[in-house]
């Protein structure tokens, strides 16, 4: 059963006549007719009575409806179709890691809903790896994460790198390792920590690390919000590993401290490993069908455009306090 057979049903039942409805269909009155035979043949009676006027048979008022609602379905999806490929979308659906939600997107986000008012924005904040899945089950369209390339290397994904960035050292202003200017691995991997729950890109990443290094890591707690890290390192002995970005706010706070990790030592266990310094990749992942759809693309251009631009800004303004000290 093909949709043009059910179209050209509807219109013969509708006008009564075979003549008409090949004109409204803008073809021979022939193809209309071997239109509507091929749907009796498959129906197996006939669904109309052939006299002056064609007049519905009993089957013919039975298949009407359904045909109805067929068409009227196909027109309703082939519109809505239409209407997303010109940029008439009614929400577009953003998740993110924690970080970037609080440092980076804020200007992403008011640029976007300035230029599709009409377009509800609605963004969650999420770990990397639960943020890719959820984007692979079609539950949003685009996902800023730290880079997991068991996801984002499918045929499917349409991934951009935003910046590289470090892994740095958060503790108590008052804890032991404080003294390092760079704390050594031998040292670091001495204390307990607070780490990210299952599903967020961090937790896997410093655990990955522990294992090449051949240390054990000792997971304290678990937390994920970045708030709840600086609430519990603040107290004590624990100390959390966490990206440059999650630690923008942290300088002005008297009480923490911010680390960098320095170089491993030749004469520890972890001395096989390259000395480098300790980062992680964050990137926009999207699908090729979503990228088509003018506002995901132009949230894409603008996470492209105005994330790296802040990054190095930061970068900038940085340096100059630097060398202004």
Sequence with gaps: MRLEQLQAFLCVAETG??????RICNVTQSTVSRQVQALENQVGTPLFHRSSQAKLTL??????PYAKKICQAWESATQEITEMLAGKQPELCVAAIHSVCAAYLPPVLQRFCRHYPEVKLRVTA?????TLKVLKDGLVDIAIVMNNRLFT???????????TEPIEVLMAANHPLTKYEQIPWTELI????????????????????FERLGAKLNAALELNTLDAFRGVVRQGNL????????????KLDP???????????STSKV???RDSVWSREVVVVTTSDRIQIPPIEYFWELVKELIPQQINQTTVLKKSVVRSQ
Excluded at 59 to 64: I, K, T
Excluded at 153 to 163: A, H, K, N, Q, R
Excluded at 190 to 209: A, H, I, N, T
């Design 190 to 209: 001495r204390y307990p920590q607070v780490v990210f729950k299952d599903g967020y890109g961090m937790q896997r990443l410093v655990k990955e690390q």
């Design 17 to 22: 006549s075979f003549q008409q409805a090949a």
């Design 255 to 265: 009480t923490l401290a911010i680390k960098t990790i320095g170089v491993t030592p």
């Design 271 to 273: 001395s096989s490993i």
């Design 239 to 250: 100390i959390a590993l966490l990206p440059h970005s999650a630690l923008i706010d942290v």
């Design 153 to 163: 290397t499918s045929p499917e994904m349409v991934v951009d790198v935003l910046y």
């Design 126 to 130: 999420l770990g990397s790896d639960r």
């Design 59 to 64: 089957a013919g008022e039975c298949l009407w």
